[in-house]
């Protein structure tokens, strides 16, 4: 896919997608919208029950859930196993124009970002001692997870009415199958057909305040 890089309102990057009209994070700020959707109301809040945490990504883009998911466990020591699914990774060239040095002010978190993308597909890599990364250039409808293999999923697809394929009853009862028990799934959506569909698989499902520029976010729980 062409993507064009923008910059959103907290001064933090993201992509546009022409061919779908979509952008990769909010407009209204990608570093926020990670940072809350994501770490607080995910990574945070399931490390408070288990001290570590096998984690699937679904959209790895641009990287940034991944750093800021590797700035939390170095700045806690929680073990974190990242799985991240990416049908279409970005070039090399694409990565460089992000320009995450201009948001992300930690230089030691910076040294990182580019081992992130770098990283071999299709194996798990140790980025620390504490964190594990396996890149999986895959489709989620083709993705077979185990049974009870994750705690905590990140549902980072593109809106529903761009990708409809990823929002269906099949895919949230497979991410339902891949979760432990008390395992969660965190998004930014809050569309009321998404949520009845996390509740037929067996969620429940937790209406649960937005970032800045979003009323709500969605979080399913096993």
Same mark, same amino acid.
């Given at each position: ?22 952008? %990769? ?20 809040? !399931? ?24 700035? *939390? ?10 799985? !991240?699914?990416? +049908? %279409? ?27 992130? *993308? ?16 396996? +890149? ?13 293999? %994750?705690?905590?999923? %990140? ?9 409809? *394929? ?55 729980? +096993?």
């Amino acid at each position: 896919m062409h993507v064009e890089v923008r910059q959103t309102k907290d001064g933090s990057s993201t992509l546009f997608v022409p061919e779908l009209n979509e952008h %990769y994070h909010s407009v209204h700020g990608a570093l926020q919208e990670s940072q809350h959707v994501f770490i607080k109301m995910g990574l945070q809040a !399931t490390l408070e029950r288990l001290p570590a945490v096998r984690l699937l990504e679904v959209g790895f883009g641009t990287g940034l859930n991944a750093l800021l998911t590797l700035q *939390h466990s170095l700045a806690t020591g929680a073990t974190v196993q990242y799985d !991240t699914l990416e +049908k %279409y990774p970005l070039s090399a060239e694409v990565v460089d124009k992000l320009e995450f040095e201009k948001f992300i002010l930690n230089p030691e978190l910076l040294d990182f970002f580019q081992p992130l *993308h770098a990283a071999p597909w299709e194996q798990p890599v140790p980025i620390t001692p504490n964190f594990t990364l396996q +890149k999986l250039e895959i489709d989620l409808e083709a993705f077979a997870p185990a049974p009870e293999s %994750y705690d905590l999923i %990140y549902f980072d697809a593109f809106a529903p009415e761009k990708q409809p *394929h990823l929002w269906t009853d099949a895919i949230f009862q497979k991410l339902y199958d891949a979760l432990a028990p008390g395992g969660r799934l965190v998004t930014y959506c809050a569309k009321g057909s998404f949520k009845r569909s996390l509740k037929a698989a067996g969620f429940t499902v937790e209406a649960l305040p937005g970032p800045p520029g979003k009323r709500e976010m969605t979080r399913g729980v +096993k």
